[in-house]
């Protein structure tokens, strides 16, 4: 087992370079499972979730050549092998769902998607994508038993271009949608989707295959039927989410850090927060510096939302920032309904935080009456304790990291694994910062379990 041994209290200082974009990576192989051409990605990220995605496409019958070093990567897949995706990739991202909308166009095979039990499927609903799918002229059916079982999708009949209007705009399910209408005959309109930078450089890639999307200003993709593909060159946009983390892990250390290749455009809701409570930043030509230039001030009021608003995946290492600030500010999470369980572990290490099940904050939400504590306030500056931490999903990890690395004493983070799948090189960029981190290979009994914490978001593994 590896863990991590942080010392922290000490600035970072430095530059970084930015990796591509897990979000956007993982669905681009996907993608690239439309066609047989030959796709070469460059930027690529040598991340956990990034080599699992790969596995899961040679399974499928892709070539792949990944040079590491060299951050790129060629696939192709001239024939399907199997539409069989193996359970040992369910569940360990979101992946394999995304499979029935590449592959539903190219093959007459049933494809099957075996799910990870049924109470994970109660708290990752995947009902969006499965009525689009429906709608475009899918027919997939759940078989099995509660806890195990597979969707098996198929479309004899062809699809066919439709409207669909999501009732919420979710991310997967709009690129499952996508994928799907790029050989769906005519034209699909995609209605209340989801529009986020990862989504854009998805549609970018596609556009380069041989589809014609268009996004309008109100939210609706039109995707018209895709009839020639092309080989494809694609440079995979910057990891908006490790860039706001190493943001908030300079500024609340007091350090100076600069981040190559953050792009600007992707990341305003962010740096407006950060200005907010005090943080410095300057937008370079090539990326951007983010430096501690004041006393933080909190009172800030801040609710995670769908792109433009700010990320829910930007939340979790903010909420770290905010146990620096003076003061007490609010936060609303009105993306997952259960994402505030990491919370436990900052409170044992310090930090003064309260949850809540109301919508504090200028609306309600679709959790409004749901019982969830998806509401918080927190209250600065408090000093933190070094602790023993077990992660409970990647981004709740970087904000134990951060934790950490403002504590004087010395942490045990263990799980480390769901940094990996996320975070290129974590521990190599954090110590060019200056940052007091290790990483050893632990045997089994050197180190006592940790308990579990209850409250903790079990589902969030895959976010
Ligand atoms: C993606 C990102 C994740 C990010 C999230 C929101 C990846 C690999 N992950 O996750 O980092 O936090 O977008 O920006 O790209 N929902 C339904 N029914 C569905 C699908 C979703 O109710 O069929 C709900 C979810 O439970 C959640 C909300 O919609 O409450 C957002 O989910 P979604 O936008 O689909 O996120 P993901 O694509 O899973």
């Avoid at 908030?248 to 007091?254: C, D, F, I, L």
Wanted: charged share 20%; proline share 4%.
């Amino acid at each position: 087992m590896d863990v991590l041994k942080i010392t922290g209290s000490k600035p970072l200082q430095g530059h970084i370079r930015a990796s591509g974009a897990k979000n956007a990576m993982t669905k681009l192989l996907v993608a690239s499972l439309l066609s047989d051409k030959k796709c070469t990605f460059y930027n690529v990220p040598n991340i956990g979730d990034v080599e699992i995605t790969v596995n899961l496409c040679k399974e499928i019958g892709s070539e792949v050549k990944w040079d590491k070093a060299a951050r790129t990567l060629e696939i192709s897949t001239s024939e399907l092998k199997t539409t069989y995706v193996p359970q040992r990739y369910c569940g360990s991202n979101r992946i394999p769902i995304l499979m029935i909308g590449a592959l539903l166009g190219r093959t007459d095979q049933d494809i099957i998607v075996p799910t990870i039990g049924g109470d994970l499927i109660g708290m990752r609903p995947i009902d969006l994508h499965i009525h689009a799918l429906q709608k475009l002229g899918a027919r997939i059916e759940y078989r099995g038993m509660k806890k195990e079982g597979a969707y098996f999708a198929q479309a004899h009949q062809g699809l066919s271009g439709t409207i669909i209007t999501l009732s919420y705009p979710s991310v997967g399910a709009t690129e499952n949608t996508i994928l799907a209408a790029v050989r769906a005959k005519g034209t699909t309109l995609i209605k209340n989707a989801a529009i986020e930078p990862e989504i854009i450089d998805l549609i970018l890639f596609l556009q380069k295959l041989g589809a014609n999307i268009m996004v309008d200003v109100d939210r609706t993709i039109c995707i018209e039927q895709a009839t020639q593909f092309h080989d494809v060159e694609h440079t995979v946009l910057t990891d908006r989410n490790e860039v706001a983390s190493y943001a908030v892990a300079a500024v609340s250390t007091k350090g100076r850090v600069f981040v190559e290749g953050a792009e600007h455009h992707n990341m305003i809701a962010f740096l407006n927060k950060l200005r907010e409570v005090g943080g410095g930043f300057h937008v370079r030509s090539n990326g951007i510096e983010f430096f501690y230039d004041q006393p933080l001030r909190a009172g800030l009021h801040l609710e995670t939302d769908v792109h433009p608003g700010f990320m829910t995946d930007w939340q979790q290492p903010f909420v770290v920032l905010l146990t620096q600030a003076q003061g007490a500010s609010v936060i609303h999470e009105t993306v997952y309904e259960n994402r505030f369980g990491y919370t436990h572990t900052l409170k044992e290490m310090g930090a003064d935080i309260e949850l809540f099940t109301q919508c504090l904050g200028g609306k309600a939400c679709r959790f409004a009456t749901n019982n969830h504590h998806h509401s918080l306030v927190i209250k600065g500056p408090t000093p933190l304790k070094g602790k023993e931490i077990s992660i409970p999903d990647l981004r709740a990890g970087f904000a134990y990291v951060m934790a950490a690395l403002l504590s004087p004493d010395e942490s045990t983070i263990t799980n480390v694994d769901f940094l990996d799948r996320g975070y290129e090189d974590l521990v190599g960029k954090l110590s060019s910062l200056g940052a007091n981190i290790t990483r050893l290979t632990i045997k089994k009994g050197e180190i006592p379990p940790i308990p579990t914490l209850t409250g903790v978001d079990s589902r969030a593994l895959a976010l």
